[in-house]
């Protein structure tokens, strides 16, 4: 079972149509069957009638020869070799001479009596060869002739093979027409099962809109058996949306009061002045960065795998880099879009703040140079669609026994640039967030090469 298809679909298609050529495999035998035993009878009735009829027509004269002219009324008994024949000879002393068809040619032997033995009727019935191969089926009886005893052997002989050519020709018809028959009952069965199938996907067009975030809940009338699904699914995304939203609402309400402590111990600390107050302020303003990232990543783990956002990558990456080239007229930015157009399966605020991290270090450490590409990823079985976002610069890197001290947070490789060493952290922590992955590399243009990769949406 683990290799049988996981359609509905093909499962319900595959047992009808299994059902249906076992249906017509029995019809087929059953009427074949039939036709062959009414065929059998009637073809045992014509030569049963065909023999009384030539008992009928012969006698014997007074000489003790047989005479008679049978008239069997099928014209081939008069064609020579046709399978169809009869013959009347002597079974006792004082018969002379004998009579046979038109069409018996030639000798046709039949068994002793001891092989086929008359019954209490004094008739048998055999099978025997023909003149020209066929198979002949032979009715026998002994018939006296007057009241002297006198007795002569009847022998009506009918061609099997023909019934046999007939039976074969009806089966052949009988099979084209089961043929065409089921396969239509399998194209309407195919149809019908496809059409009674369609409300699940509308259901499923439905939830895929929900999960791209085209759609609050599934709309549409269903039928009686899916209904309650889809209010179950309706009622399953309309509780998803109010714990996201009391998350927000306990995230907002946090920071809304931590806000304010924190702005006065600011202000105190430069009140202060001096080391001590520098130090107070950079431990508030360090609390501060600390409460708003944990809060950022509070935010966005309530949302995780709830409805699903979209945000287009290619107009955020340009105006980050419009607004970066502005702020850094002196350095390169260039940028490499695909055609396509990519959606990043996340909230806009976030994608914003991976990438304006990234482009805000890079820039910071480039000589000139910085780079920024974006392209799809190959599809991978089992494992979400991905994009990838590349950001370069040609500034000194990061060497790589280094890397993993740089995603560290607060952690700053060179203090003579200015920071708070919480940018690849605060990214690292949101590729995660959004199960992505972040990668530290040499890049071509000699300094770091920073590649993230993102759930996409179509």
């Not at 004082?94 to 038109?102: E, F, N, P």
Request: aromatic share 6%; charged share 25%; hydrophobic share 40%.
């Amino acid at each position: 079972m683990r290799f049988w298809p996981r359609s509905l679909t093909f499962r319900v298609i595959a047992f009808s149509t299994i059902w249906a050529v076992l249906a017509q495999i029995v019809v087929f035998t059953l009427i074949t069957t039939l036709y062959r035993q009414a065929s059998e009878r009637g073809f045992d009735s014509l030569l049963s009638a065909h023999l009384f009829n030539l008992i009928g027509s012969v006698g014997v004269s007074e000489s003790g020869a047989l005479t008679g002219a049978p008239d069997l009324g099928d014209l081939r008994f008069s064609e020579p070799r046709s399978g169809w024949y009869w013959s009347v000879e002597p079974a006792s002393n004082g018969i002379t001479g004998g009579l046979r068809s038109s069409s018996m040619t030639g000798a046709i032997p039949s068994p002793s009596t001891s092989e086929v033995p008359f019954n209490v009727e004094f008739q048998r019935s055999y099978m025997a060869d023909g003149l020209a191969g066929e198979r002949l089926a032979v009715f026998e009886s002994e018939f006296v002739l007057d009241t002297g005893n006198q007795i002569a052997r009847f022998r009506v002989m009918g061609n099997e093979s023909e019934l046999e050519q007939e039976i074969a020709a009806f089966q052949r018809r009988l099979l084209v027409y089961l043929s065409i028959f089921g396969l239509g009952m399998i194209a309407i069965n195919a149809i019908a099962i496809l059409y009674g199938l369609k409300p699940l996907r509308r259901v499923r067009d439905a939830l895929a809109m929900v999960r791209e975030g085209t759609a609050q809940r599934l709309d549409g009338r269903f039928p009686a058996e899916i209904e309650p699904l889809a209010n179950e699914t309706n009622a399953l995304i309309e509780n998803n949306r109010r714990i996201v939203e009391r998350s927000r609402t306990q995230v907002g309400n946090l920071a809304h009061s931590l806000k304010t402590p924190l702005a006065v111990m600011l202000n105190e600390g430069r009140a202060l002045g001096g080391e001590k107050g520098r130090l107070f302020s950079e431990q508030a303003a360090s609390m501060q960065q600390q409460v708003e990232h944990y809060l950022q990543r509070a935010r966005v783990a309530a949302q995780r795998d709830s409805v699903v956002y979209r945000t287009p990558v290619r107009p955020i990456i340009e105006r980050l880099a419009r607004v970066m080239g502005k702020l850094n007229p002196n350095m390169a930015i260039s940028v490499s879009l695909p055609d396509e157009e990519l959606v990043f399966a996340g909230e806009r605020e976030d994608l914003e703040e991976m990438l304006g991290n990234l482009l805000e270090n890079a820039m910071k450490w480039a000589r000139s140079k910085v780079s920024i590409s974006v392209k799809s990823l190959p599809e991978v079985e089992d494992q979400p669609d991905l994009l990838e976002i590349v950001i370069e610069d040609d500034g000194p890197g990061i060497p790589e026994d280094k890397a993993r001290e740089a995603l560290k947070r607060g952690r700053r490789l060179d203090e003579s640039k200015p920071g708070t060493g919480l940018g690849l952290s605060i990214v690292t922590d949101l590729v995660n967030e959004y199960g992505g992955k972040l990668y530290l590399e040499r890049a071509d243009l000699g300094g770091l090469k920073v590649a993230i990769q993102l759930r996409k949406i179509e």
